[in-house]
């Protein structure tokens, strides 16, 4: 089957043949109808209607990229036709654009005759997509999805909109949109390289609860390629919900806003310590955190982390990082087709999951919890288990890398947080048992650190009889 490519660059381009590569699909330059003869449907004319052969188009994105097959009809009953005489993707019931097409030129060929052709509007839907043949009804047009990628270079001070529709399907959907995003952020950047990424993306669903709407506002940075590299958290909240085990929320748009920066803005954690080194349940202790930005000047921040009411007395050890880069990489599937690295083998071991993704969300409302309540990697985080004591020691180390030369690290980009600051978000003990404060930092967090912290004894609360001593004739 001849597909028509327009609008896509060099490595958008490639990613779509490796996403039809299994069909047999012949992949040509598309172009747009826009030079067609007089009569053929364009430039405000109407389209003409299908007949037993004339050209038709299905399409899979439609908009400021094109990705059309081109065939014949083959019979027409009213507002029905069928036609190709052989499958598209031969998926079966489908929900594709169809409509008239015009075709630009034929190519002779020994080894495979095709057209070069461009459909006009989209007059129907494409409904079965059979072995032998295709099957569509004029008049209704499919239910898609509307996208929107508005990408600025900070830079540069450039900005670009790409705005398209994509077909509803389990398995396309997602890549057709992770491809359309990554052809957005190329003709916006026109580079391929490092980078600081803002991303804030709208996902709208006419199922989802609350308001129908979930949206995230979070920063990547790349040393290598930002484009591909900063869509991973985008793609993976895009999956978790369209393809959720509980019901179909019914994806109707997506809205993804990039601000991307050319220089490299990352900090990375030097030492941290508490304001005070012993604490009882329920107070609140500030932890100090000595930060190192990128060929900058150090600073520092304060966050505050609360010491839960039935903490057990002993010592603890606080971790200080940043917000986990778990949630910002592709998966294994898109990045091999965005980049075309190959998937690793069954065989090969795989990351083992943070802690507390392990369990499955138990409904669609635990699963947006999840997924709104995910770290971001501007993010300074600390954490300990209360009920975990920790031996008693000092200073805990470091493992950072302050040249900046090392991991790929990831961007802030929403509120810059004040020197001396402390957290917005209180500190709460979550399904993993740890007790966890986050602050907002202007920059990519890297490294850790960790110190202890000795939780005493809670006044009125005697410590259990086995592990307290009392003087003979005395109180304990």
Known sequence: TPVMLSGFGVRSQEAVRR???PHRMLFVPGGSASGAAPGSGVSGQAAPPLEPGSAF????????VELTAIGTVTYVDGDRFIGFGHPFLQK??????TGPAY??????????PFKLGSMLEATGTLSEDRRAAVAGRVGSLPDAIDLSVEVEDLSSGRSRRLQAQVVRDDMLTVPLVAIASLEALDRGLDRIGPGTARIIYRITGRKLPGSGVFSRDNMYFSRLDISAGMLGDFLDTLQALAANRFQDVEVKSVELRVQVDQTQRSAAIVRARPLQKSARPGDRVGVEVELLPYRSEREVRVLTIRVPEDASPGTVTVTVRGGSSGSFSLSPELQSLLTGQEKPSPGEEQPSPAPGEEELPSSL???LEFLESREKSNQLVAEFYPSLTGASGSQGTTQQDPTGAGRTGRVPGEDSAHKGATSKAESELGDTGAVKSTLITPWVIEGSTSFDLEIKEAPGHPAPSEE???????KP
């Open 19 to 21: 996403l039809l590569s």
């Open 57 to 64: 188009g299905v399409s899979l994105v439609r908009g400021d």
């Open 92 to 97: 079966g019931t489908v929900d594709f654009f």
């Open 103 to 112: 075709i630009h030129q034929t190519v002779k060929s020994l080894n495979v």
């Open 365 to 367: 409302e635990k699963l």
């Open 468 to 474: 307290r001593s009392e003087p003979l004739g005395g």
